[in-house]
C-alpha cells in the first residue's frame, strides 16, 4: 500500500494564519490561511505548506501535481548519478603457491579497477591457525604489491579461523579514471591489455581447497 503524502496542501492546512510566498517566489507576508487558500483558487494553484515547523507555518502558491513530478524526477537523477559500490571478496591460502598468489592478485586489480572494493580473506586449517603472522604476512605483501591502485579501508583482523582486509580503490586510481573518462579514454583499459583473467564466477572453483600440492598441506 503507497504511503500517503505527507505534505499539507489547501484544506489540509488547519493553522489559522500563514506566512505565503507567491507563485513568482515573493513574499505576501502572514495572511489567514483562508485568504491563502482564495488566492490559490483564483490562481488555479495550490496552498502547499513548504515550512510546517515555523510559526505560523511557511506555504506557498505553486502547481502541487508539477512540483511533485519534478522533485520525483530530481531525485530519480540523483539515484542514477549515485556510484553503486560492490563488496568483491578473494580467498587464499597461508602457502599458496606463487602462480596462485599472481592469478588472485590480478584478480583483486580488476576489482579495484572496476572500482569495488575487495575484502581478502586467508583462510587457515589445523595446525596454520597457530601461525597467525603468516596470514598477515601475506595481506601485507598483497597490499604492496599494489599500494598504486588500492589503498586499506579495513586493516587485517582475526575472526575465528579467517583473517580479514578490506581493500578499496586509491584516490589516485580514481583520479586517473576521472582523467582517463576526461580525455575520452575508457577507465580501466590498460587492465585490459593484461591476458583474461578466469571470469568471477570461476573463482570459487579456484579458492577451493587442494590449490597447494598434498605435500605442503600434510608438511604443515
Known amino acids: ?122 583462510m587457515f586449517r589445523g595446525r596454520e591457525q597457530a601461525h597467525p603472522e603468516r596470514g598477515r604476512a601475506l595481506l601485507e605483501r598483497l597490499y604492496e604489491d599494489i599500494s598504486g591502485i588500492a589503498t586499506i579501508e579495513s586493516a587485517p583482523q582475526q575472526e575465528g579461523r579467517n583473517m580479514h582486509m578490506m581493500l578499496a580503490p586509491s584516490k589516485e586510481l580514481l583520479a586517473q579514471q576521472q582523467r582517463d573518462a576526461s580525455d575520452g579514454a575508457e577507465p580501466g583499459a590498460d587492465a585490459a591489455e593484461a591476458p583474461a583473467q578466469a571470469p568471477a564466477a570461476d573463482e570459487a572453483a579456484a579458492d577451493a581447497p587442494g590449490e597447494e600440492p598434498a605435500p605442503d598441506e600434510a608438511a604443515a
Open 1 to 122: 500500500m503507497p504511503e500517503r503524502d505527507p505534505t499539507r496542501i489547501n484544506e489540509r492546512i488547519r493553522m489559522k494564519e500563514v506566512r505565503l510566498i507567491d507563485e513568482e517566489g515573493e513574499q505576501v507576508g502572514v495572511i489567514p490561511t483562508d485568504t491563502a487558500l482564495q488566492m490559490a483558487r483564483d490562481r488555479d494553484l495550490d496552498l502547499v505548506e513548504v515550512a510546517p515547523d515555523a510559526r505560523p507555518p511557511v506555504c506557498r502558491l505553486l502547481d502541487y501535481s508539477k512540483y511533485k513530478y519534478e522533485q520525483e524526477q530530481k531525485a530519480k537523477a540523483a539515484r542514477k548519478h549515485q556510484t553503486q559500490v560492490n563488496v568483491r571478496e578473494i580467498k587464499l591460502r597461508p602457502k599458496i603457491a606463487d602462480h596462485d598468489y599472481e592469478t588472485k592478485k590480478g584478480h583483486v586489480e580488476r576489482f579495484l579497477r572496476h572500482k569495488d572494493k575487495v575484502k581478502v580473506t586467508i
